[in-house]
């Protein structure tokens, strides 16, 4: 320092603590916060006035440096907490060679290869030692067949329990009627609980965060005026609202009329639901589903839709949602659902860029695709390429345990938006 001026940020560059802001902001650009080397030099110069061997005072000082939107929050806790596990023990967080995958891209693709090929291992193991145990019980028997005792037969519930289990996994493409029928059945017992919303609205609550003034005035003239007892209130809650986007084009037409019960059900079920389907044209079929018979609603749709079991348009229908549909029915930042294989004959880049706009415009982005249950399945496809990025929730619609565990996604979906990154939609 020889003119006498401190530089924080030359002085905290150097060393142990520069090579972990430079990896922690690697790390937060990958995450998709949009961060250059201004931020991070703005980052070092707070590290140089606060305590680093307090993780309280580094958290604070780095996130003033570099979260400016309230939408980065969850994207830089979570790396923050990553990195500073990392550094526990005083030990230098690796600094990784720049490559072009440390830039924010498309999502990896996901793997259910490599898990179905451990569950088949784990169960031919199983196998083998079934056989052994075979093998070893039947040395054992005697030779005289009066000592063998008669083998006991399971009760019938059991049989029953594990006729379920069997159906619960079974693809809905390789059922027969009758295990049609039984899933009907079990679809329409589930208990769907769409995630709650807070609204600007207020309504009295004995231990609420909030006075309520006119109850407490008119609660105190009864008195005279004194004494004054507070009437709180509370935020009212409502159910968020709910869009569903089903395929019906010939590539679903093993799974259409089924789902098309199961999107009945939620119609039914929940306050606020609009359906909608697609092959190479959009309808919207919520007023169709509104009928109490399932089968008599089903009809209607099957007349109303004039491309069922057609070619398949996503990128177009989509197109069509958002600019004659979106501003009428996705109110209160709903949660969206699309369901469809993802086989396109348009253009990739117009469903890639209306997958983003769709994106911006509702709280939760669910694709369901039926395909994904299928063994070694990849998302391969230019129109499953083109939509992935854009998708917050990827995952299987092909039996009802993959409905189970929509339900549950459903039912756990809190208030706060999903962790996003920025990904940027094609040019048109």
């Keep these: 320092m020889t003119d006498g001026v401190n530089h924080p940020s030359e002085a905290a560059l150097t060393g142990q603590i520069g090579r972990n802001l430079i990896v922690l902001g690697r790390r937060l650009r990958a995450a998709g916060i949009p961060i250059g080397p201004g931020q991070v030099l703005t980052m070092a110069e707070a590290m140089s006035a606060v305590d680093v061997r307090r993780r309280d005072d580094i958290y604070f000082a780095a996130r003033a440096a570099i979260v400016t939107r309230p939408e980065q929050r969850a994207a830089f806790d979570a790396e923050f907490a990553q990195f500073w596990r990392e550094l526990q023990g005083a030990e230098p967080a690796a600094l990784d060679a720049f490559t072009a995958s440390d830039t924010p891209g498309e999502p990896p693709l996901p793997d259910a290869s490599k898990k179905r090929q451990q569950t088949a291992e784990t169960a031919s193991a199983a196998e083998q030692e079934k056989t052994l145990l075979a093998v070893s019980e039947a040395e054992q028997e005697p030779e005289h067949g ?195 294989d993802g086989w396109d004959r348009g253009d990739p880049d117009l469903l890639a860029r209306e997958m983003a706009r769709l994106q911006r415009s509702c709280r939760r982005l669910i694709w369901l695709n039926p395909l994904l249950g299928a063994p070694g399945y990849q998302p391969l496809t230019q129109g499953m390429r083109a939509a992935l990025p854009y998708v917050d929730h990827f995952l299987p619609v092909h039996n009802l345990q993959s409905l189970e565990a929509l339900a549950e996604l459903l039912g756990r979906v809190e208030d706060q938006p999903p962790l996003r990154r920025h990904v940027p939609a094609p040019a048109a």
């Excluded at 609205?201 to 005026?225: Q, W, Y």
């Design 146 to 340: 009066d000592d063998v005792e008669e083998m006991d037969v399971p009760p019938e519930d059991v049989l029953l329990f594990s006729a379920k289990e069997v159906l619960r996994k079974k693809d809905f493409s390789l059922c027969s009627p009758d295990e049609i029928a039984e899933a009907r059945r079990l679809i329409e017992g589930m208990d769907w609980n769409l995630g709650r919303r807070k609204t600007r609205r207020h309504v009295k609550a004995t231990h609420g965060e909030r006075i309520d003034p006119r109850r407490t005035l008119r609660a105190s003239l009864r008195h005279g005026g004194l004494p004054l007892e507070l009437k709180r209130q509370t935020r009212k809650e409502r159910t968020r609202p709910l869009v569903l986007i089903c395929d019906i084009s010939g590539s679903m037409d093993r799974y259409a009329r089924l789902l098309l019960r199961f999107v009945h059900l939620l119609g039914q079920g929940l306050e606020s639901t609009e359906v909608f389907v697609f092959g190479t044209r959009l309808t919207r079929i919520t007023r169709e589903l509104r009928r109490r018979d399932v089968d008599a609603a089903i009809t209607n749709v099957v007349n109303s839709v004039e491309d069922w079991s057609g070619g398949t348009r996503i990128g177009e229908a989509l197109k069509t949602f958002n600019f004659q549909w979106s501003r009428r029915v996705l109110r209160s930042n709903a949660t969206v659902v699309i369901i469809s």
